[in-house]
């Protein structure tokens, strides 16, 4: 089984035993799992080959007419996914066992190592936003915690699933052929890169301080578009309507926004009334389950 929302995140919310609360909305059932079982899904990760074709269309979608620092960024994740595809091949036409077995683990497993291998970096920003109240993070720090917050945003079933009912939405869908199956695994890291890059400039990371009785949830969606909570698609990410709400403990959330009434790395509160609001919107926006430590 692989994690769209990683044990790291969900950790706070889980008792000494790993185990957590969590509604299944599609069943209206509550239970107490172990956070190894939950916000997973077998082989969810799972490589599709990509067509010579399919390189051209990420190339045009996220290469083209980009400024120069982002085309450069986007053309090495599409290279490096090319890379890839290439050794898929390479194993898929030789006849040995062992490289037959091989060409199954990669396929399988080497997309959620390329997340795993991202998630101990995260760690230490996580422990920073609990340790403190304005983490003391660089420029830089500030860009990695946004492009963790944006892979997660773009790494989930709920994106997953929204990104191919977007596609049966347009007038002639047949013409991409089953483009977005195969693509799925480049379009969320080009996707989490072009808008942390679009984003760089103006946005405000703000830290909200949950100090009232009623503690913040969690959800198999962690990260939210707050507009998406009132009528835009998810997958609707234009700078104006743009603002990511991510708990990362029952008392501690990160908002990033654009809105002149925030400053960059600065704290607020949030009363149990705002708590509630958030709970609620967090709610709205997730695919099935609800997470929560008591």
């Known amino acids: 089984a692989q994690h769209y929302v990683p044990r790291l995140y969900l950790r706070q919310w889980a008792d000494e035993d790993e185990k957590i609360w969590c509604l299944d909305r599609e069943k209206n059932n509550i239970f107490n799992p172990n956070i190894m079982g939950v916000a997973q899904q077998r082989f969810f990760y799972e490589m599709k080959r990509l067509r010579d074709e399919d390189f051209a269309i990420l190339k045009q979608l996220w290469v083209n007419n980009r400024p120069e620092l982002l085309q450069n960024v986007n053309k090495g994740i599409i290279d490096d996914f090319r890379k890839v595809n290439g050794l898929l091949n390479v194993l898929d036409s030789t006849q040995n066992v062992e490289a037959k077995k091989l060409k199954d683990y990669a396929e399988k497993n080497l997309i959620e190592k390329m997340f795993a291998s991202y998630e101990g970096q995260y760690l230490s920003l996580i422990s920073d936003i609990l340790a403190t109240e304005i983490p003391n993070w660089n420029e830089d720090a500030q860009m990695s915690f946004l492009f963790f917050l944006n892979l997660q945003y773009f790494r989930t079933k709920n994106i997953s699933d929204n990104l191919l009912e977007s596609i049966k939405k347009m007038p002639n869908p047949a013409q991409f052929d089953g483009f977005i199956e195969r693509a799925m695994n480049p379009m969320r ?35 939210i578009n707050v507009y998406a909570a009132f009528g835009k698609s998810a997958v609707e990410m234009s700078e104006d309507e743009l603002e990511l709400y991510c708990p990362f403990s029952p008392k501690n959330a990160v908002l990033v926004s654009f809105k002149d009434c925030y400053t960059n790395m600065s704290s607020i509160s949030a009363s149990e009334k ?21």
């Open 189 to 223: 890291w080009l996707m989490a890169n072009t808008v942390t890059y679009n984003s760089l400039v103006r946005r405000k990371i703000v830290f909200i301080e949950n100090k009232s009785t009623l503690d913040f949830i969690t959800t198999d969606q962690p990260v």
């Open 274 to 294: 705002e708590v509630k609001i958030y709970n609620d919107t967090l709610v709205k926006c997730s695919n099935r389950f609800v997470f929560s430590k008591d």
